[in-house]
C-alpha cells in the first residue's frame, strides 16, 4: 500500500515562562482562592482577500512568508477567505465559489445576513485578530501589510481561560476525517453572548497552473474549504466556565468533492464569544500522511530507435502502510495499454523504480484502497529517433510551437520549471524570441532537463559545427547553475560532452539577485556566441542535447541554434530561406553563403556587430544565389540576417583575427 509520508507541519508547543516573582504571585491567589488565566494563547489570524483583488495578490507573498516565519509558527495560525471583493470571480469554479456561503457570513454585516463583524469588512485585504482589529495589538491598520512580529507576539502574549486539544484521524475510507476536541477551562470565564467552537477545514496549500481568478494569483495558503458542523452554528458552549470544567465531542468531516488535495487538509479549531467576538483560545490539527497513497513521481525515457521501449517509472510510498502490490497502467498518446503488475514490498516513505513495458502516462493502483488518485500519474516526453532528417538545424524560436515542431523534445522528469519558450528576449536583441531555462524558480537542486534537437544526419564531410547564442545571470556570485552539451551516435547508448560551463563561465555580467533575469534589450552584451566543434560526429545518425542542471541561479537563454556541416554529402533540409549554408565559419577573409530562394521574392541579406549597427547589406531578387564576401571586418563575431517578405533567418559568424 503506498502512503505519502508527507513531513508534518512541525509544531512547537507554546510555552509560559514563569519568572519566580509570578511564581509567588501565583501561589498567594491560590491561597486567596482566587484563580489566573495560565494558558498560553495561539492567535487566531483572520485575512479577507481575494482572486479577483490586485492588492491581494502583491501581499499575500509577503504575508505567507511572514506566518511561516519559525518564530511565529507556534503563536499563530490563519485561515484565509477568500471575499468577493472586489467582485466575485467570473468563472464558474473558484476558491470563493466553492465555499461561498459560509464565506459570505463570515465577512458580510448582519443586516446582509451575515456574522456583522465590528468594524465591517468593507475592504480587501483585510484581517482580524482574535475577532479583533490588528490595531488593538499595534498594527498600524488592519491591511495584511501592517501585520509583523510583534503585534503576532503581543497578541499572544495575552493568556486564555481554555486548553484545547483536537487530535484528528483517517476512516477507512480515506474519504472523511474524524475529529475529537477536548476543551477544559484553566480558569473562570465569563461569556459576554452565547460561546461557540468553531472548526474550518483548510488546505494549507494550493497550487494551480491557471489563476482562478483575474489577479494572477496561483499560489494559495491556508485556505478555508469547509466548516464543521456549519460555520454559522458551530458547536455550542456553555456561557460560563470555572476552572477544571470540560467538554468533550467529535466531528465526522466529510472531504468535499472540490478538495484540492486530501494530504494539504488541515483544520483550525477557535472558541468565540459572539457577544463581543473576540476568540478566546484556538487549536489546530495539522496535515497528516494518508494511510493509502501511491505517487508517481517521474517516468523517464531514453531515446527510442526502434519499436521497443524501455520506460522506467518512479514511485513513492506516500502513506503509512507497506505496498505489497500494483498494478501501472500504460498510455502511448492516450491509447491503455496491456497493465502492468508489480509486486514486492516497499515501506512507507520509499521509492522505487520499475523498468516496464512501453507508457508515457502509468496511472497506479495499489493492493488496498488508494486514498488520493489525483497524484498516481506522471508525464513523461521523449525522443523518437526513427529517422535522421538531413541537416542543418537552424531554430531562431519565431515559430510560437514549443518545443519546435520536426524533432525537438524537452525532457523534464519531475515537471518542475524547465524550458520554454519567451517573447521578451532574442539574441543580440535582433529578435524577442528565444529559449529559456528557468533556473530562477527552479528550487531542486541538481534537477536535471534535458533539450534534444531533432535527429540529424550529418555524415561526410568536415567535423560538424554547432553555434548558438547564449545569456545568463547568477543570482549570487556562488551560484553554478550548469549547461553541458553532449552528442551521441549510438541512439543514446553513451554520450560525448562537448561542451560544458558552469556558473560565472556562462555570464558576461554582474550576479541579478532582486528578480528573474531577463537580457536587456538596449544592451546585447549580455549575449554572446558559441562555437562548439563535433570532432568525430560527421556520422549519419547524430544526436545532440542541451543538458541543464539547476544550482538555483537566475535564467538561461538560447537563441539563434545552428548546427550544420560544411561539405557534406548528406542533402540540406529546407528551411525557411530554403537550401541556405554558410561556410567557413569561423573565416578570416572570404565568407559564401548559399541559398534557393524559390519565392522568388526579394531577399536582403545583413551584416550586424553585436552592438546593432549593420555592417554590410545587400538585396538579391534572383532565384538561386551564391554571395562571396569579404568585408574585411575586425576580429569579433558578427549577425548574418536573410530576410525576406514571410520569414528571417539569422546565424552568427565568428571572424578570426
Not at 523518437?384 to 524537452?410: D, K, L, M, R, T
Request: charged share 15%.
Amino acid at each position: 500500500m503506498l502512503i505519502c509520508k508527507i513531513a508534518d507541519y512541525t509544531l512547537i508547543l507554546l510555552q509560559y515562562t514563569v519568572t519566580m516573582k509570578h511564581l509567588y504571585l501565583y501561589c498567594a491567589l491560590l491561597l486567596t482562592g482566587w484563580t489566573f488565566a495560565q494558558t498560553p494563547r495561539l492567535v487566531l489570524y483572520e485575512e479577507f482577500t481575494g482572486e479577483n483583488c490586485p492588492p491581494c495578490a502583491s501581499t499575500n507573498p509577503a504575508l505567507n512568508a511572514l506566518l511561516a516565519l519559525p518564530t511565529n509558527t507556534p503563536k499563530v495560525q490563519s485561515i484565509k477567505w477568500q471575499v468577493p471583493i472586489p467582485s466575485a470571480p467570473s468563472n464558474t469554479w473558484s476558491l470563493y465559489k466553492t465555499n461561498m456561503a459560509e464565506i459570505d457570513w463570515r465577512w458580510k454585516s448582519i443586516a446582509n445576513g451575515g456574522y456583522g463583524y465590528t468594524p465591517a469588512i468593507n475592504s480587501a485585504p483585510s484581517s482580524k485578530i482574535d475577532g479583533q482589529e490588528a490595531t488593538v495589538f499595534g498594527a498600524a491598520s488592519g491591511h495584511p501589510a501592517n501585520l509583523n512580529s510583534n503585534v503576532i507576539a503581543t497578541a499572544q502574549s495575552y493568556t486564555s481561560a481554555f486548553a484545547v486539544t483536537m487530535n484528528r484521524a483517517w476512516d477507512p475510507s480515506g474519504n472523511a476525517i474524524t475529529l475529537t476536541v477536548n476543551i477544559q477551562a484553566t480558569a473562570n470565564f465569563n461569556a459576554v453572548g452565547n460561546l461557540v467552537f468553531r472548526t474550518v477545514m483548510i488546505e494549507r496549500v494550493i497550487d494551480f497552473s491557471v489563476a482562478p481568478g483575474t489577479n494572477g494569483e496561483k499560489h494559495f495558503e491556508d485556505i478555508a474549504i469547509k466548516s464543521f458542523p456549519t460555520l454559522q452554528s458551530g458547536v455550542a458552549m456553555t456561557s460560563n466556565w470555572s476552572i477544571g470544567q470540560t467538554q468533550t465531542f467529535t466531528l465526522n468531516c466529510a472531504i468535499p468533492s472540490y478538495c484540492r488535495k486530501k494530504e494539504e487538509i488541515a483544520f483550525v479549531g477557535f472558541i468565540q464569544d459572539d457577544g463581543n467576538q473576540r476568540v478566546a483560545q484556538c487549536v489546530r490539527a495539522d496535515r497528516q500522511p494518508l494511510l493509502y497513497d501511491a505517487l508517481a513521481l517521474a517516468a523517464k525515457i531514453d531515446p527510442v530507435c526502434s519499436a521497443s521501449l524501455s520506460p522506467l517509472v518512479y514511485v513513492k510510498n506516500n502513506g503509512l502502510n507497506a505496498i505489497t502490490a500494483m498494478t501501472i497502467t500504460p498510455y502511448i498518446d492516450g491509447t491503455a495499454a496491456s497493465p502492468f503488475t508489480w509486486t514486492g514490498n516497499l515501506a512507507a516513505g520509499s521509492n522505487a523504480s520499475i523498468t516496464l513495458a512501453p507508457i508515457t502516462s502509468p496511472t497506479l493502483s495499489l493492493n488496498a484502497s488508494d486514498f488520493n488518485l489525483s497524484n498516481n500519474s506522471a508525464r513523461v516526453s521523449f525522443l523518437v529517433a526513427n529517422a535522421y532528417a538531413a541537416g542543418p538545424v537552424s531554430e531562431g524560436f519565431s515559430a510560437v510551437a514549443f518545443p519546435p515542431v520536426n524533432g525537438f523534445v524537452v525532457v523534464n522528469t519531475n515537471a518542475g520549471p524547465s524550458w520554454s519558450r519567451v517573447t521578451n528576449a532574442g539574441g543580440f536583441n535582433l529578435s524577442m524570441q528565444s529559449a529559456k531555462y528557468d533556473f530562477y524558480n527552479n528550487t531542486v537542486a541538481g534537477d536535471v532537463d534535458e533539450f534534444y534537437l531533432p535527429p540529424v544526419d550529418l555524415s561526410g564531410g568536415n567535423p560538424p559545427q554547432l553555434l548558438f547564442d547564449i545569456a545568463y545571470a547568477q543570482r549570487n556570485a556562488n551560484s553554478n547553475d550548469k549547461l553541458d552539451i553532449m552528442a551521441s551516435s549510438d541512439c543514446g547508448t553513451t554520450w560525448t560532452n562537448v561542451f560544458s560551463q558552469t556558473g560565472a563561465m556562462m555570464t558576461n555580467i554582474a550576479p541579478v539577485s532582486g528578480s528573474a533575469y531577463v537580457p536587456d534589450v538596449n544592451d546585447p552584451t549580455h549575449w554572446r556566441n558559441e562555437l562548439v566543434t563535433l570532432t568525430g560526429f560527421n556520422k549519419s545518425n547524430v544526436l545532440i542535447k542541451f543538458v541543464t542542471t539547476n544550482g538555483n541561479g537566475n535564467n538561461l537563454y538560447i537563441d539563434n541554434i545552428n548546427l550544420e556541416q560544411t561539405s557534406p554529402t548528406a542533402v540540406r533540409a529546407l528551411n525557411s530561406v530554403d537550401q541556405l549554408q554558410m561556410f567557413p565559419n569561423p573565416a578570416s577573409s572570404q565568407v559564401n553563403i548559399e541559398f534557393t530562394n524559390s519565392s522568388k521574392e526579394p531577399v536582403q541579406v545583413y551584416i550586424s556587430d553585436v552592438t546593432g549597427k549593420r555592417v554590410w547589406s545587400k538585396e538579391m531578387v534572383s532565384d538561386s544565389k551564391r554571395i562571396e564576401l569579404q568585408p574585411e571586418l575586425p576580429a569579433g563575431t558578427y549577425l548574418i540576417q536573410i530576410e525576406r517578405a514571410d520569414s528571417k533567418w539569422v546565424k552568427s559568424l565568428i571572424i578570426k583575427p
